[in-house]
């Protein structure tokens, strides 16, 4: 277990990419000791803006910090981002294809003790239903801040999303993250763990109760979620037979649904899906208990590969 | 401020009144647009596009060329006109709007169309981008002047206040807001179905620089863009009273023909009046 919580990494790997790269400018809609856009404030405060609770037209100011030829990361919690900005990433980031970079704090129900109005969990479904916009989801710390100069210099819009909590390592310091490319963790021929964001960890976790009971499992890290790395997916459907997947989301519309359509192209085989149900989830005393109540245990997952497995055609 | 002379309005005269015959064939042609809010526009953007932007056609990428953003995105015909004449592509291409293929959609895309600074259609985002814009500006070598074109019904949307708060905080001078308020929407008159009087106090009070002209005056919006670029302490926005539909008289006015496209006869008739009046 890491340290420090993944904005920790993102907010700091932030502060300091900007002072390789000038045209870093970062927005933020008064979320800034939250999100941890803080760390860049403090040291650039000429490219920090700060907007207020004005997510709407934060996105619009950003959109147009990109056509003055800055490169604006604009900051909020993912909810706020995704849902009450949206229609200015519909038309202003991904039609207009400006090159913005939304970073969505507060993911999944990272945010346990400010409850469903604060969770993020459709923001992936929202998200990779819009055209140009690449998805990212990292799994650890490691991987949230090496992702930061990668989404800065990719040319194009990119949404972001970023854990409030403490989550485990995945990656060892000599991992170097690719955009649209997704890594194997652990390979074997039952069943296949594909996992986005803070079920990585969690995956590799079942994977071991899965080997105590004899089930060997492939464990692959799909951190980017659009464009998805159907390759790689379509191999460990090939090689194993039955797949699971798994987020810190809703199972309708997110990084499941976007490996099932996937594969129903390539590779038809049973399916489990791990995420929230058709839900809210409700206020926990911390992500790791809240996670656990709401169907996303290491459990979930180990029962799911079970499942996947019996409906394997013999 | 600049002595404006009589040929340069005449000039700008004459070009407003192509605008309006344009758009009008563009809209029969098509049997679909905007024409009401494309006639109140006509001499603003008559003034913008043939005299007080710092642009050029051949390079349409250079980095101190003046913005201009058609916020209210449905008089994209109107823009389409203005950029054709202006030299960013051949006038004989207005013919293909709303054609597969076609260059020009039905709003305005920044990345199909030659001179089009950036999409719109929904109506509030002008304000908020040209800000960021004049944000972006400050940190680079780049100086330039941007100008947002917003209606009525994009003063109804809560993000571009949003937009004002932020013009405000960072006193974006660098930005010239041109209300056309032509006071009639979709759905009927604006003052019934949202009203935003009192206006000049709105804005006023949100921090802007207000100057009040009436719209179709062509020396009245020429002095005003003028007077925009001499105050430095804050934002401006130019109130320009407008009548929607300007030009033809059963149009003006009417909430009908915000999205309505004329018949054989009344496509005749326009055709007639703004003919009329252009060879005045």
Redesign the interface.
């Known amino acids: 277990m890491s340290e420090v919580p993944q904005r920790q990494a993102y907010g700091q790997a932030l502060a300091e990419y900007g002072e390789k790269n000038q045209k870093i400018?970062v927005l933020d809609a008064d979320v800034s000791t939250s999100t941890l856009t803080s760390y860049f404030a403090t040291r650039y405060p000429?490219?920090f803006?700060n907007?207020?609770v004005?997510e709407?037209?934060?996105v619009?100011?950003?959109?147009?910090?990109?056509?003055?030829?800055?490169i604006?990361f604009v900051n909020t919690f993912a909810a706020l981002l995704t849902l009450r900005a949206c229609?200015?990433i519909r038309?202003?980031v991904s039609?207009?294809?400006t090159n913005v970079k939304l970073i969505g704090g507060y993911a999944g129900v990272s945010d346990y003790k400010d409850g469903p109005t604060h969770f993020a969990t459709n923001d992936i479904a929202v998200m990779r239903s819009l055209p140009n916009i690449t998805v990212i989801a990292p799994c650890d710390n490691l991987e949230a801040a090496r992702m930061v100069p990668l989404v800065a210099e990719l040319d194009g819009p990119v949404y972001m999303r970023i854990s409030r909590a403490v989550v485990p390592d995945v990656f060892d310091s000599s991992y170097a993250p690719r955009i649209g490319k997704g890594v194997i963790l652990r390979e074997g021929g039952d069943v296949s763990l594909v996992a986005t964001g803070t079920m990585v960890a969690r995956s590799i976790l079942a994977a071991t109760q899965l080997a105590e009971r004899g089930v060997r499992a492939t464990v692959l890290a799909l951190s980017t979620i659009k464009p998805l790395d159907t390759e790689l997916l379509a191999q460990a459907a090939r090689s194993t037979g039955a797949i699971v997947t798994a987020e810190e989301h809703t199972i309708m519309g997110g990084f499941g649904s976007a490996a099932v359509e996937a594969l129903a192209a390539v590779e038809p085989v049973p399916v489990e899906m791990v995420g929230l149900a058709d839900n809210f989830a409700e206020t926990g005393p911390d992500p790791e208990t809240l996670m656990d109540a709401w169907g996303l245990s290491v459990g979930d997952i180990v029962n799911a590969a079970l499942r996947a497995i019996a409906r394997k055609a013999h | 401020m600049h002595l404006h002379t009589h040929e340069l309005q005449e000039t700008i005269r004459e070009q407003a009144a192509n605008i309006r015959l344009d758009v009008l064939d563009m809209v029969y042609r098509r049997q679909a647009g905007h024409l009401g809010g494309s006639y109140s526009a006509a001499e603003i953007l008559a003034c913008l596009y043939f005299h007080q932007l710092r642009i050029d056609p051949a390079n349409p990428s250079l980095?101190d060329r003046d913005?201009f953003l058609l916020s209210k995105g449905h008089a994209a015909a109107a823009l389409y006109s203005a950029l054709a004449r202006r030299g960013y592509f051949p006038v004989e291409e207005l013919a293909t709007w709303g054609h597969l293929g076609s260059r020009l959609q039905g709003h305005p895309?920044?990345?199909k169309t030659p001179g089009v600074?950036?999409?719109?259609?929904?109506l509030g985002?002008g304000l908020?981008?040209?800000?960021?814009?004049?944000?972006?500006?400050r940190?680079?070598a780049?100086r330039f002047h941007i100008y947002a074109l917003m209606s009525d019904g994009d003063m109804q949307s809560?993000?571009a206040w949003?937009?004002a708060?932020?013009a405000a905080?960072y006193l974006t001078s660098e930005v010239t807001v041109i209300m056309d308020f032509n006071d009639v929407q979709l759905d009927g008159p604006g003052h019934e179905i949202m009203p935003l009087e009192p206006l000049r106090d709105k804005w006023r009070s949100f921090g802007f620089s207000v100057i009040e002209i009436h719209g179709h005056n062509i020396l009245q919006i020429l002095d005003a863009l003028d007077t925009a670029l001499d105050i430095h302490s804050q934002p401006t926005v130019i109130i320009a009273h407008t009548t929607k539909g300007k030009g033809v008289d059963f149009m003006e006015n009417t909430a009908k023909w915000h999205g309505s496209v004329p018949s054989e006869q009344q496509y005749l008739q326009a055709r007639q009046q703004l003919t009329g009046a252009r060879d005045e």
């Open positions: 400018v000429a490219r803006f907007l207020g004005t709407a037209s934060m619009d100011v950003g959109v147009g910090m990109a056509l003055g030829g800055t604006p229609e200015q038309t202003c039609y207009a294809r | 980095p913005r895309d920044r990345i600074e950036m999409s719109s259609g929904f985002h908020s981008i040209a800000v960021g814009m004049a944000l972006a500006q940190l680079s780049n809560g993000v949003e937009g708060l932020t905080k």
